[in-house]
């Protein structure tokens, strides 16, 4: 066992204050004015890490303070987050990993390895960049050297535990109480008589002589930020009603930066004096979105925090504020690739030189346009009409917009006080969606329908699974009046059965004995284990895990099949045209003749995986992590969307009067946008 020995001079923060002062005169004298909407980069040298799940699930990034310079870090199937630079720019700590331990790597990105003894998240490191403390699921709190892996006990419960900047003591909280230890071992004392907030953890001064936590109060979600001397005495209430969120001292030692919460539930980034004065937002709601996560640059000069991109978004973006500014620039954004980023961190080190890379992107004309109050998560069309899927509690009712003459007829409100709509298909008169609700040991989905102009919803089929298997009701599509679905059997071999949604009366319809069914289903048994991706023409098209792609006719009569091997991940049918998509890979077929038409590869953005969307005539719509593609078939143009202002969700569908795109305006009170770009202007964009 390597014990800690705590810092080697004693002087140690005196030459740090004088380092700070010296690079913060070198650039006054040599820094340029910003330009554009970049901020200036702070006057320590250095980069900003955070989490990001871009790529489909969560890794560490890096980039530059001006957000150029997109560096990956990590690359691993499971979830990395939660990143703590080591004080000489050379490791990160993180949390994540198949073991979902803590573990550190270099500041490149190289040399991963896992802190096993850490099995909570890490507290942060020591002066000299070697010894980590951290919380342990049975020992307690502990430091651990990242070198050896050797392990030193502090105290035998506890936990988010903080080191003190001159090395010398850890701050932690047990059983709401805050306790200081010598980071040497030894006794723990506690330090004033308040309750603290067992989910902030506690920060210290720059000078290591106060400590900074979050106190609850008397009622429900009242907290108060506190400062209180590392000798026990001296406590000062700094600021009321905040919110149970980490503080975080500037390097200076002048200001704290906290969380308090707005009006109808937004939270904001504020700083105040560490004498209690002087109370500034940082972070800015131009549309009710939320501001979490703050953190200093070295010198202090920046403060970076992440936002949401609309209220209700679980979507951010890392933004950087100057010191005594209001909003700050954002420093990522949704396209191309998408996805949230968070929690951001101030790294010392070279500036780097990456990127990412944007994809050609083309503008187009809206002919018509609307905006809702409540985010849109897709949507569906059949032919000039459009029907938005809205992200919102109370379910308002259904809205179907004719693109061509801009009015739009109010539907019924699905689903009532359950989960819904999940799915959602347009076809002809008729209207169909599923619902859902979550019990304790089940899930249940439920597929309802109704005519346009109806008042009322009818349960038509439905379906239950729990931890031992079941059913549910998927893959919903529908066009110019024939509906199908899929209902899935979940076990251990799982199977599934394509069903065809009548008008009228029919044989019978899948029934979970719980919500109930009619009699106005038929099956498919020509689909044989494939599940319903596209209906065309009367048309209804099935994939089955195998790879293999059958069209059927509304009778249920096999039309064609083709076998294309198993990792399939969609396909769209569109009068002669089959769409299938492998991977990447965007195969087209004759659908008369069988015969294989062209190969085009999709772009990914470096985000998740494209996803195919729709197919008219030579054109192709599919979407990346933040991005809407056109594809022509013809000559394998490739055009993203210009959406400026567009975030996740993003739907797009193909008709014959022109393209339907749905996504999400950021830092908007009606976020929602549903638009409509006539043919012959969408044929515009590739010229």
């Not at 573990?103 to 190289?110: L, T």
């Not at 202002?645 to 193909?654: Q, S, T």
Request: aromatic share 6%; charged share 20%.
């Amino acid at each position: 066992m390597r014990p800690w020995n705590g810092p080697p001079v004693a002087d140690r923060l005196v030459a740090m204050k004088r380092l700070l002062s010296l690079l913060a005169l070198v650039v006054l004298a040599g820094a340029a004015p910003a330009s554009g909407d970049r901020p200036a980069i702070a006057a320590a040298q250095g980069v900003v890490v955070f989490t990001s799940n871009r790529d489909g699930d969560g890794d560490i990034y890096a980039m530059n303070p001006d957000g150029t310079g997109l560096t990956q870090l990590t690359d691993e199937p499971a979830e990395d987050y939660g990143p703590i630079p080591s004080p000489d720019g050379k490791h990160i700590l993180f949390h994540g990993g198949e073991d979902e331990s803590s573990s550190v790597m270099n500041a490149d990105g190289s040399g991963r390895h896992s802190l096993h003894a850490c099995s909570f998240y890490p507290g942060g490191w020591s002066p000299d960049s070697r010894h980590v403390v951290c919380s342990a699921y049975e020992e307690g709190i502990l430091i651990l050297d990242t070198v050896d892996g050797t392990t030193t006990p502090l105290v035998d419960s506890g936990n988010a535990p903080a080191w003190s900047p001159d090395g010398r003591t850890i701050a932690f909280i047990d059983e709401n109480r805050l306790f200081v230890v010598p980071a040497t071992g030894g006794a723990r004392r506690r330090l004033g008589i308040r309750k603290v907030s067992e989910y902030a953890r506690p920060a210290w001064s720059l000078d290591s002589q106060r400590v900074a936590y979050i106190s609850p109060g008397n009622g429900l979600d009242l907290y108060t930020l506190w400062t209180i001397r590392a000798d026990g005495s001296g406590g000062r209430r700094i600021v009321q009603k905040v919110a149970e969120e980490p503080p975080q001292w500037s390097p200076d030692g002048s200001r704290i930066a906290f969380i308090k919460h707005l009006p109808h539930y937004v939270s904001a980034v504020f700083t105040v004096r560490s004498n209690g004065t002087g109370v500034h937002q940082v972070s800015v709601s131009r549309a009710g979105e939320s501001s979490s996560e703050p953190s200093w640059s070295a010198d202090g000069r920046l403060l970076l925090y992440s936002r949401s991109r609309f209220k209700g978004s679980e979507e951010t973006d890392i933004y950087a504020a100057r010191a005594g500014e209001r909003g700050g620039h954002a420093l990522t954004h949704p396209f191309p690739s998408g996805g949230a980023n968070s929690e951001p961190r101030w790294l010392a080190g070279p500036r780097l030189t990456g990127g990412e890379p944007l994809p050609r992107t083309t503008a187009v004309s809206f002919k018509r346009k609307l905006a809702f109050a409540s985010p849109i998560r897709g949507v569906t069309t059949d032919g000039r009409r459009a029907i938005p899927t809205l992200s919102s509690e109370k379910h308002p009712p259904l809205l179907v917009w004719d693109s061509a003459t801009g009015r739009s007829v109010r539907g019924p409100r699905p689903c009532g006080d359950s989960y819904g709509p999940g799915q959602l298909v347009l076809a002809g008169t008729r209207l169909a969606w599923t619902c859902g609700e979550t019990g304790n040991t089940f899930s249940g989905v439920w597929l309802e329908t109704i005519r346009l102009g109806g008042r009322r919803p009818i349960t038509v089929a439905s379906s239950v699974e729990d931890d031992e298997g079941g059913n549910r009701i998927g893959n919903l599509v529908g066009r110019g009046g024939t509906i199908a679905f899929t209902n899935h059997h979940r076990g251990a071999n799982e199977t599934r059965d394509a069903w065809l949604l009548l008008p009228s009366k029919g044989s019978r319809c899948p029934d979970s004995g719980l919500y109930g069914s009619r009699k106005v289903c038929r099956p498919l048994p020509q689909a044989s284990g494939g599940a319903t991706t596209a209906v065309d023409a009367g048309r209804v098209l099935t994939v089955a895990p195998n790879g293999l792609v059958r069209i059927l006719s509304a009778s249920g009569g096999l039309l064609r099949s083709w076998s294309l091997g198993e990792g399939i991940v969609t396909a769209r049918l569109r009068g002669s045209t089959l769409a299938v998509q492998h991977d990447e890979t965007l195969d087209t077929y004759n659908a008369k003749t069988g015969a294989k038409a062209q190969t085009h590869q999709l772009a990914s953005d470096g985000g998740p995986p494209p996803f195919l969307l729709d197919v008219q005539g030579d054109l192709v719509v599919y979407a990346t992590g933040g991005a809407i593609h056109l594809l022509r078939l013809s000559d394998g143009r490739d055009r993203a969307l210009r959406l400026p202002g567009a975030a996740p969700y993003l739907d797009a569908r193909l008709e014959p009067a022109g393209l339907f795109v749905s996504w999400n305006k950021m830092y908007d009170r009606r976020p929602g946008r549903l638009a409509f770009v006539p043919m012959r202007a969408v044929r515009r964009a590739f010229k």
